[in-house]
């Protein structure tokens, strides 16, 4: 079975400009640029606006992405980089608590693509990094678009401060009752 193709989506299109934040831990930087190589081919190939910036390793990026979320106006984030397991505990450590707290953001509504690798060998990052294969990069920031089309599908207009009695909005077909 594992040489069964993946299914990939096609990348999503918007009417109205999206921009991304890339976040990228470049302690294995040869991985790192790999991968930010192929996050850029994807969000180039939708025309989409992203900044870049790094941090020290993937234990920031969480930290990042959090702050950028409070400070910025970003419709979503690239979560990229690489763990190698070494002889201590920090592996488990830290591909753990990046990949939770990334998912807990994520469970709070913010739209990120993880694209931190969590590898027993360098030659296996290098593999999923590789610009003429799957890139886990452009992956990543396929997925953080798809969630942004997502959220924009079902986002709701803001109709200000104050006390709001807007129906929730169900998920499904797009014609028939969609409120609750």
């Known amino acids: 079975?594992?040489?069964?193709?993946?299914y990939i989506l096609d990348l999503p299109?918007?009417?109205?400009?999206?921009?991304l934040l890339v976040v990228v831990a470049p302690y294995f930087k040869d991985i790192a640029d790999e991968l930010l190589s192929?996050?850029?081919?994807?969000?180039?190939?939708?025309g989409v606006a992203?900044?870049?910036?790094e941090v020290p390793s993937v234990a920031e990026v969480p930290t990042a992405i959090a702050i950028a979320d409070r400070m910025s106006n970003f419709d979503g984030y690239v979560a990229l980089?690489?763990?190698?397991?070494?002889e201590t505990a920090l592996f488990d450590t830290a591909s753990h608590d990046s990949s939770h707290a990334l998912q807990m953001m994520g469970l709070?509504?913010?739209c990120i693509g993880n694209g931190i690798l969590a590898v027993e060998a360098k030659s296996q990052a290098e593999a999923r990094a590789e610009a003429k294969g799957r890139n886990k990069g452009g992956e990543a920031a396929a997925a953080a678009l798809h969630l942004v089309a997502l959220s924009r599908k079902w986002a709701r207009p803001s109709k200000g401060v104050g006390f709001h009695t807007d129906a929730i909005r169900l998920a499904g077909k797009e014609t028939g009752p969609n409120i609750a």
Request: proline residues 6%; glycine residues 12%.
């Open 38 to 46: 192929g996050a850029q081919a994807t969000l180039n190939d939708v």
């Open 50 to 53: 992203f900044d870049v910036i």
């Open 1 to 6: 079975m594992a040489d069964a193709a993946p």
């Open 13 to 19: 299109s918007f009417d109205d400009p999206v921009k």
């Open 108 to 110: 709070s509504g913010l």
């Open 81 to 86: 980089g690489c763990l190698v397991r070494g």
